[in-house]
């Protein structure tokens, strides 16, 4: 054995090649650091899942918003004028007028409600039915519902509101675009106000792995110092902690998209409940693979800018003493 | 190999350790540096190490000026010296095969031949059945021995030691020496420094005395190596 050792011993120390060494490196710190959280189970899995929350928090609210948007699509109706025609005008201009108006190029269809119609409608809706059949008369006058073309911009939208509204035959133009325009704003400063607590949250991220990396750094000084000293570089020294906060990263990226797909599919039934109620066929969108991939690559980055910041500020100070 | 020149270590607040001191190590020596407690010893090996710069003077090791390496070099400088430390300095969370293994791990070394080369050195210092075994688990001169196949693994041209024996008695102090001799048979240059002048005197090898940071004396060989040191029938370390 003694003998076989010393002639293994005359055979000179390959290097493996450059990028096999690098990659074998890699893989074996990719591992060590992985095998480590893994030992401290209990304080790895709080980091992780505070990481998870404070990952969690921006992609739910980019779902409510996502949601909602989506919502708002499907208020085409929502853009549509209400035409109340005067009530001296009759059933038969009514419709000349719908035929006119709907050969225009910035409308798209015209529908008339006649007055009979509106009243109908009203008593069945309102729940003032017997009330109604005391009326002598209808009250209400016919109304051409005018929904303007896909391709109208607000100005030019603005500009039929008022030609519309200039027709003789008109009373008045009933704009309800305008809480649409509203709640779009307020999706809009929702977007940008998620975006920037993203931004606050991703520091937080950033300031979390990197005390965690800080402790982890100052646990192993020794360690650290007994490896300088015997020749390892900084970078040696720092990929293990680089690939714990690649770890951590990772772990709250996985546990963040479990939260938000369990807090999915808590609301996903009583959403359809709602949308049900309201007729419609409503459904909760869920993350998609882009989005559940931002989310990864968003706690890999974080981990690794956090791992990062801290192991260059404390690496340096270790030094062999 | 190793080149002290006129060397000055000053340490913030006044203190001097090194006043001036000089002397060269040649290829292939075994020199020992001697001293009482604070008479420098620990300090010249920390510049030989680049773990301190000198205030003035050089240190010139292995024709390389220690002035010279810049920070980030220093790794690499260090890979070409085998260092002994007296509290060994082995990891604890690692086994004997780990620990021996990490300079060659640094290096980039293939696991394979790195497996190779581990299992050669632990040969050499008489530990290769525990490689698998924790440090903590060995007694103070194996984990000794460990320390020196880490610092031999890579086959350095020079080993430094710190007070290699200081906290082993006087049988595993010789063992431990024995084990140097016996890379310096075959071309190592070491640099031990050691306040045991019992020991040293057994040896017979060259001593550089230092006293308030100046070297004393020296001395030449002048001691037939006694009954333990049968180093001539000893096998080549390397072979």
């Known amino acids: ?321 | 190999m190793i080149q002290i020149d006129n060397v000055v270590k000053r340490f913030p607040g006044g203190q001097e350790a090194l006043r001036g001191l000089s002397f060269s190590v040649e290829q292939g020596e075994m020199v020992f540096v001697t001293g009482h407690s604070g008479a420098g010893k620990s300090t010249l090996l920390r510049l030989i190490a680049l773990i301190e710069r000198p205030t003035s003077g050089q240190v010139i090791v292995d024709g390389k000026n220690t002035r010279r390496v810049t920070r980030g070099r220093i790794p690499a400088y260090r890979r070409q010296i085998g260092m002994v430390f007296q509290d060994h300095k082995l990891l604890y969370d690692r086994s004997v095969f780990d620990n021996v293994s990490l300079p060659l791990v640094i290096a980039g070394i293939s696991h394979r031949d790195a497996a190779r080369k581990v299992r050669a050195a632990l040969d050499q210092v008489g530990l290769l059945t525990k490689e698998k075994r924790n440090p903590e688990t060995l007694s103070l001169g194996e984990q000794q021995r460990v320390g020196i196949a880490r610092a031999i693994v890579s086959r350095p041209k020079l080993v430094i030691a710190d007070e290699p024996t200081g906290n082993l008695d006087p049988d595993l102090s010789l063992e431990v020496m024995r084990i140097f001799r016996r890379f310096n048979e075959v071309g190592v240059t070491l640099l031990i420094a050691s306040h045991d002048i019992a020991l040293i005197d057994q040896l017979g090898c060259r001593r550089i005395a230092l006293e308030n940071g100046r070297a004393q004396i020296e001395e030449e060989d002048d001691v037939i190596y006694s009954e333990p040191f049968e180093l001539q029938q000893e096998r080549d370390p390397w072979l």
Not at chain 1, 187 to 196: E, G, Q, V
Not at chain 1, 252 to 262: E, Q, R, S, T
């Open chain 1, 1 to 321: 054995m003694a003998l076989k050792a010393h002639s293994e011993a005359l055979t000179p120390a390959r290097r493996s090649s450059p990028v096999k060494t690098w990659a074998l490196l890699h893989v074996d710190n990719c591992i060590g650091s992985l095998g480590r959280l893994v030992r401290q189970p209990f304080a790895s899995l709080l980091t992780i899942l505070v990481i998870a929350v404070t990952l969690a928090l921006p992609a739910a609210m980019h779902l409510v918003i996502k949601n909602a948007t989506l919502l708002s699509r499907s208020w085409d109706n929502a853009l549509d004028f209400s035409v109340y025609l005067k009530t001296d005008v009759s059933l038969d201009e009514a419709k000349r007028l719908t035929d006119i108006i709907e050969q225009r190029a910035d409308v798209e269809i015209v529908t008339l409600i006649s007055a009979e119609a509106a009243l109908e409608q009203f008593k069945a809706e309102s729940g003032f039915g017997a009330a109604l059949d005391h009326l002598s008369t209808n009250p209400l006058p016919h109304t051409l519902v005018v929904r303007p073309s896909g391709a109208n911009t607000q100005q030019s939208v603005m500009l039929l509101n008022e030609e519309l509204a200039n027709l003789p035959e008109a009373d008045f133009v009933q704009v309800d675009t305008e809480w649409v325009q509203r709640f779009l704003a307020i999706l809009d400063m929702l977007k940008r106000a998620i975006a920037i607590g993203a931004m606050l949250l991703g520091a937080a991220i950033i300031v979390i792995i990197g005390n965690t990396i800080r402790l982890d750094i100052q646990n192993r000084r020794e360690e650290i110092e007994v490896t300088k000293l015997i020749g390892a570089s900084n970078a040696f020294v720092r990929r293990p902690f680089l690939y714990s906060g690649l770890w951590y990263g990772l772990g709250g990226g996985l546990l963040a998209l479990a939260l938000v797909g369990y807090g999915l599919y808590a609301l996903r039934e009583p959403a359809a409940r709602l949308a049900g109620l309201y007729g419609s066929s409503f459904a909760v969108l869920a993350l998609d693979w882009r989005e559940s991939l931002a989310i990864l690559g968003t706690g890999i980055g974080l981990g690794l800018a956090g791992s990062w910041l801290a192991a260059a500020r404390h690496m340096r100070r270790i030094e062999p003493r």
